[in-house]
């Protein structure tokens, strides 16, 4: 059977302001005991891309980010941008 490497997810979450925070772990194995795990986290945000994320992923956003959902967040992070600026 020898070495495998797979990319599994690890965890989702819907945060407050509807961002995913999304972790995939690593996963190296040989004969189908566990060598190794190693994680990577992101954080993506309404109406980012996510064809090519874990279909769990895809299914969890066509679901919270409603257009609504995208335009208000959006809205939020224009007003938010000139305070971040002013700074």
Known sequence: MGLEKKTILGSLSVNENNTLGV???SVIEENGKELSRSNHRKVLTPGDDVSGEDAKVQAVA????TTEVVAAYAAAQAAAAPAAEGE
């Open 23 to 25: 972790q995939m772990d």
């Open 62 to 65: 066509a679901a919270v980010w």
